[in-house]
């Protein structure tokens, strides 16, 4: 299995992953044009994808929906909550938009897929967790907390992208608005980074070995500052040597689950 993130942040998000003849996209949250020049730049067109599995409906996932599903007859998969709102925004996913029950395990070609609930501030919000049979990867973001049903379906898995979206700090001092602040800093918000660190160190312990700091903010954290507070907190616990990267916003960073070094396109 492999797994390439496209953009990772709140301008956009989209990941491919690959196993065997199987190619899904995780939500996407950026425009055609760039996903079928990131798709190219890993060997395929939007033809080839099997499947694009979508976490919620805020822009930043479905940005290039409407598009993709204008010009493509690729299936779309989303959780039922999810899926009426869909259906209710772009009348172009009639007939392609497929529901699908939460923690319930589909098979997709080569890859099996589970989507399980995230709590975050919409109608309704999943991560997914991957498995090809020999390692599992699962993608978990947009998240205020985590819950202990987030913790049983990251935990084992080879490879994880999880939020590290904000330093509490630069939040409290920065340029937002009040309602906005308290928003990210709720239970149903985003992780910071020492969230983020907490949970890293966890699954490190129950075997995690590659690990991906997504949803990174802009305006109140840095790549650096993520990748440094996770750093540190896995190298206090013992867990110094697993592989970690901080996603970028934009530009591919691929991850062949399952081998310790990654390689960045």
Same mark, same amino acid.
């Given at each position: 299995?492999?797994?390439?993130t496209?953009?990772?942040?709140?301008?956009?998000?989209?990941?491919?992953?690959?196993a065997?003849e199987?190619?899904?996209?995780?939500d996407?949250?950026?425009?055609f044009l760039k996903?079928?020049q990131?798709l190219g730049?890993?060997?395929?067109?939007?033809?080839?994808?099997?499947?694009?599995?979508?976490?919620?409906?805020h822009?930043d996932?479905?940005?290039?929906?409407?598009?993709l599903?204008?010009?493509?007859?690729i299936?779309?998969f989303?959780p039922?909550?999810? &899926?009426?709102?869909?259906?209710?925004?772009?009348? !172009?996913?009639?007939? %392609? +938009?497929?529901p699908? =029950? #939460?923690?319930?395990?589909?098979?997709?070609?080569?890859?099996?897929f589970?989507?399980?609930?995230?709590?975050?501030?919409?109608?309704?919000?999943?991560?997914?967790?991957?498995?090809?049979?020999?390692?599992?990867?699962?993608?978990?973001?947009?998240?205020g907390?985590?819950?202990?049903?987030?913790?049983?379906?990251?935990t084992?898995?080879? &490879?994880?992208?999880?939020?590290?979206?904000h330093? !509490?700090?630069?939040? %409290? +001092?920065?340029?937002? =608005? #009040?309602p906005?602040?308290?928003?990210i800093?709720?239970d149903?918000g985003?992780l910071?980074?020492?969230a983020?660190?907490?949970l890293?160190v966890?699954?490190?312990?129950?075997?995690?070995?590659?690990?991906v700091?997504?949803?990174?903010?802009?305006?109140?954290n840095?790549?650096?500052?993520?990748?440094?507070?996770v750093?540190?907190?896995?190298?206090?616990?013992?867990?110094?040597?697993?592989?970690l990267a901080?996603a970028?916003?934009?530009?591919?960073?691929?991850i062949?689950?399952?081998?310790?070094?990654?390689?960045?396109?």
């Open positions: 299995m492999e797994v390439t496209f953009a990772s942040g709140s301008s956009g998000n989209c990941a491919l992953v690959t065997g199987t190619r899904l996209l995780i996407a949250g950026i425009s996903i079928r990131y730049m890993n060997g395929c067109t939007p033809e080839d994808i099997d499947g694009i599995l979508i976490t919620h409906e822009s996932h479905i940005r290039g929906l409407k598009t599903l204008k010009r493509t007859d299936p779309l989303a039922r909550t999810v &899926a009426s709102r869909l259906w209710g925004m772009l009348p !172009e996913s009639d007939g %392609k +938009l497929n699908i =029950p #939460v923690e319930t395990e589909i098979t997709l070609g080569d890859l099996r589970t989507a399980f609930p995230t709590p975050h501030d919409t109608p309704q919000s999943v991560g997914y967790r991957l498995e090809d049979g020999t390692h599992t990867f699962c993608l978990c973001t947009d998240l907390h985590v819950t202990d049903v987030v913790l049983d379906y990251l084992d898995a080879d &490879a994880v992208v999880i939020e590290a979206n330093d !509490e700090e630069m939040l %409290k +001092l920065g340029p937002y =608005p #009040v906005l602040k308290r928003r800093l709720s149903n985003h910071s980074n020492h983020c660190a907490r890293a966890t699954l490190a312990e129950h075997g995690t070995e590659q690990f700091l997504g949803h990174i903010s802009k305006e109140n840095t790549p650096r500052l993520a990748y440094d507070t750093a540190e907190a896995l190298n206090r616990s013992g867990h110094g040597d697993t592989y901080a970028p916003a934009e530009g591919c960073l691929t062949p689950v399952g081998r310790r070094t990654p390689c960045s396109r």
